[in-house]
């Protein structure tokens, strides 16, 4: 067992991790950075969307981590697993100790299987798939070009997941694979969302309404999945009636897309770092800890109640970084993340709604000549090459990038609606 400290300890190299780590480096060429990441490959998770649609490939979603960490970091090929904040400690799984001046925690979220009977057991087999999983995502590719009829169920489970959009985003590349087919009418397409709605933000809401009307697929809110048998291919559904009732509904599909539950990681809920809902607790401006004022947290696993997306952290790492800077200065913390969160929605083959909002759901798009809510065939290319070299070339390069984000863009619009 062995102890070492470092001067800023980030635990996650995942969109949060590295590009924190390479963008201090580019703020600060001698500042000793330590990052605990236990995986050599790291993915560019936005794109499996078009990975699981057929539109992109998994190799052009992933790079090695040592390809990408700045070689001046010192990568621990590790799992942290516990936090001792009081004594400025982190525990790794081999029993190593690190100790820290700066914590910057950030190892996303996790994937609740077992919250789902039968989803282990079925995942990538049986027309059972999931963009979630990365080890299944391509597994929705091969199952789409099959289906040639049939019940095609797609879900939703209770909210907050990473990218709320994505498991209707993979539902229509799947409609408008059917259409261009000519199977659609041999096709039944529905969406179980445990939610009430189609998205968080009313405004993007109404407009894809719109987008699943013209595809004919039917909802159905309120309905949780609770187990799926993939042999008989039935999938099972909690909802309840206006008193809080509780039933189970039963269905048969030909495939389905799940998206499963998702929390923060058992080691953080377990920590002193999290608040009662399990997220590392923090500021939601500056994002330091509110309690352990050297500890900051980003990306999936932060508190802060944005969406939880890539383009997020984008707008987080610049302020973590600056912060951090700061109290080595002897400076004060500042507020500078307003929770902007973007959610590019593939509607089709070749159109993407670029949602962009900010905390309370404000409409904040990065651009003013484009109604947000239009099918755009600009966005789908830059959802095929634009964001993929912005996430590789830029964010995680630790470029800082930042195209101001304004309500103002849209504010006659929201009026209109
Ligand atoms: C299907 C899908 C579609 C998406 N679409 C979009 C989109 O269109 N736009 C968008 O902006 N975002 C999208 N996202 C969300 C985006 O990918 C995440 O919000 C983003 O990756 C969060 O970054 P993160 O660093 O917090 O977590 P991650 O990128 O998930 O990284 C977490 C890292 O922590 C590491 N880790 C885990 N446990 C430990 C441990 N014990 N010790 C040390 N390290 C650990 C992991 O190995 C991983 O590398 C999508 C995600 C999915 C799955």
């Known amino acids: 067992m062995s102890e070492q400290h470092h001067t800023v ?3 996650g190299g995942g969109a949060a991790g590295v590009s924190t780590a390479n963008n201090m480096r580019r703020k600060n060429s001698t500042i000793d950075i330590a990052l605990v990441e236990p995986s050599e490959k790291h993915y560019y998770q936005p794109g499996f969307t078009i990975v699981g649609g057929g539109a992109y490939t998994l190799k052009k979603a992933t790079k090695n981590q040592a390809d990408i960490i700045n070689p001046s970091i010192n990568w621990i090929k590790e799992y942290a697993e516990s936090f001792q904040p009081d004594e400025n400690k982190v525990t790794l799984k081999s029993g190593d100790i690190l100790s820290y001046d700066f914590l910057v925690v950030c190892p996303g979220l996790q994937l609740d299987f077992n919250k789902i009977d039968g989803l282990v057991e079925t995942l990538g087999k049986n027309n059972v798939c999931s963009n979630y999983s990365v080890d299944v995502v391509e597994y929705t590719w091969e199952t789409l070009q099959k289906i040639e009829s049939g019940n095609i169920l797609f879900t939703q489970p209770p909210m907050p ?5 994505a498991p209707q985003k993979i539902m229509y590349l ?3 694979r059917f259409r261009k087919k000519g199977i659609s009418d041999k096709t039944n397409v529905e969406f179980f969302n445990a939610g009430p709605g189609m998205f968080g933000v009313p405004f993007f809401a109404k407009a894809l309404t719109k987008v699943i009307a013209d595809y004919g697929i039917t909802t159905n809110f309120g309905h949780n999945l609770v187990a799926i048998d993939g042999d008989a291919k039935t999938a099972t559904f909690e909802t309840s009636d206006a008193d809080g009732n509780k039933s189970t509904v039963t269905r048969e599909f030909d495939m389905i897309h799940v998206t499963q539950p998702q929390s923060a990681p058992d ?3 377990q920590s002193p770092l999290s608040n009662d ?3 590392v607790d923090v500021n939601q401006s500056t994002l330091q800890h509110t309690q352990y ?3 900051f947290s980003l990306g999936d696993v932060s ?7 890539a383009a997020a952290v984008r707008k987080q790492v610049p302020v973590v970084v600056d912060n951090i800077l700061k109290l080595l200065d002897n400076k004060e913390v500042a507020e500078g993340y307003d929770g902007y969160g973007s959610c590019p929605l593939t509607t089709s083959l070749n159109t993407v709604m670029l949602a962009e909002f900010s905390y309370g759901g404000k409409v904040t798009p990065s651009f003013p000549f484009l109604d947000p809510r239009t099918n755009s065939r600009l966005w789908w290319i830059g959802k095929l090459i634009g964001f993929p070299w912005l996430y590789w070339q830029v964010m995680i390069k630790g470029i800082r990038f930042d195209i101001p ?8 619009l929201t009026k209109e609606d």
């Open 9 to 11: 300890l980030i635990v």
């Open 161 to 165: 997941i990473k990218c709320a959009g």
């Open 174 to 176: 799947a409609a408008d």
């Open 267 to 269: 080691f953080i809920k």
């Open 277 to 279: 809902a399990g997220w």
């Open 293 to 295: 004022s050297n500890v």
């Open 303 to 309: 508190s802060s109640p944005n969406a939880k997306t």
């Open 405 to 412: 984000h304004k309500a103002s863009y849209v504010e006659k």
